[in-house]
């Protein structure tokens, strides 16, 4: 009891992003913090009680919907993508008629999916990739008629790639089976790129993408769309003694500092303020890229503002020692994401500390 009270919260300071090479967290735009700050107390799971934010919910989806390409889009502000994930994967082994169902990703997709197969009672079958991108063959061999879900990764954790998506979505077609997409990190990065992922014209079912991650958002807050409302229907729960009957999220009270600093955050930033922190990030990546490579590493990426060395050296407790926040990829190389908060002065500092060791 003694402990805590001395070690009190006041006068502590969170983590700051000056060092922060690995997360995919960042600081959260002025105009978002301002807004979570202001929401904190509401709760979008009961839409009766708190109208406001149920709204601004409403409107959460809607930009969203613009950023990923669907015009008539439906969905919600998640806790994460996480819940996200879980979310799709129910949808699929809910509307689906086997008692025996599979999902099958590639190797690349995040960990939740495990989450969510063990909750669910799924299988989840991983196909193996091609240079660190879904290979849809592989994929392939692993679809039977109890496959209820084809999952693609647009920006994945270790090694930013985006998927072949419409391919994806096609094998999902065939299958009789949803397909879903994870661009919880990449979402608002591709609206800039070249890639083939929009939502309609790759014909997806349902999308994680998350403000909190590049849209700039306060923690946790998660989006996931579908291309229509029905698509939600397998998820409905009733709820008898709240204004509205049924709920088709997975947590029930919601953070409403959440969906209001994502709709703060996109109404500052959407198209153009993304676009040029997408530029910004990108050129820095590439940046860094030019620096490993000069330096005899191997290096890959940038397809997005991600870039992964092999330094062959296992330099992280130094370099954490140091501050730097880094992490490794499963296969031990070094791994750079350039967040927002990621500027070249900061990535100037970490090679002339990668110099001197
Ligand atoms: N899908 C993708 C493609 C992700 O990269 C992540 C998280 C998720 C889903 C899950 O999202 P939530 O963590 O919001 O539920 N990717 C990072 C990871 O797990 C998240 C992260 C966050 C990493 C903070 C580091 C860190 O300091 O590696």
Redesign the pocket.
């Known amino acids: 009891m003694q402990k805590v009270q001395q070690a009190g919260i006041e006068g502590m300071q969170p983590q700051d992003f000056d060092r922060?090479l690995?997360?995919?967290?960042t600081e959260p735009h002025p105009v978002a913090r301002e807004a979570a700050e202001r929401f904190l107390a509401t709760n979008p799971g009961d839409p009766g009680t708190y109208q406001t934010v149920a709204d601004l919910e409403g409107r959460a989806i809607e930009l969203l919907g613009a950023i990923t390409g669907l015009s008539d889009p439906a969905g919600y502000i998640t806790?994460?993508?996480?819940?996200?994930?879980i979310q799709a994967v129910r949808i699929a082994r809910n509307r689906a008629e086997t008692n025996n169902p599979n999902v099958v990703a590639p190797k690349s997709?995040?960990?939740?999916f495990r989450k969510a197969a063990e909750l669910l009672d799924v299988e989840l079958r991983t196909a193996p990739m091609k240079n660190h991108r879904a290979n849809v063959g592989a994929m392939n061999e692993l679809v039977d008629r109890d496959t209820v879900a084809l999952v693609g990764?647009a920006?994945?954790?270790?090694y930013g790639v985006v998927d072949p998506i419409p391919e994806i979505a096609e094998l999902a077609n065939d299958a009789d089976a949803l397909c879903h997409v994870?661009?919880?990190?990449?979402g608002f990065y591709l609206p800039f790129t070249d890639k083939d992922w929009q939502f309609e014209q790759a014909d997806i079912d349902t999308l994680?993408i998350?403000p909190?991650?590049v849209g700039q958002a306060a923690?946790?807050a998660?989006g996931l769309l579908a291309r229509s409302a029905e698509i939600f229907d397998p998820l409905a729960i009733d709820t008898p003694y709240l204004e509205t009957t049924s709920q088709i999220t997975l947590t029930g009270t919601r953070s409403g500092a959440g969906v209001a600093s994502s709709v703060a955050a996109m109404e500052a930033l959407w198209p153009g303020g993304y676009r040029e922190q997408y530029e910004i990030s990108m050129d820095n990546a590439a940046w860094l890229a030019e620096q490993l490579e000069a330096r005899g590493h191997d290096v890959f990426g940038p397809e997005l503002p991600l870039v992964t060395a092999d330094l062959s050296v296992p330099m992280t407790d130094e370099l954490r020692d140091r501050g730097w926040?880094v992490?490794k990829t499963g296969s031990g190389e070094l791994r750079i994401?350039c967040m927002p908060h990621v500027t070249r002065s900061m990535l100037r500092s970490f090679v002339a500390d990668l110099d001197w060791f």
């Open positions: 922060v690995t997360s995919m967290c806790s994460g993508g996480t819940e996200a994930n997709a995040h960990f939740s990764v920006g994945s954790t270790e994870d661009a919880a990190w990449g994680t998350d909190h991650k923690v946790p998660g926040r992490s994401v």
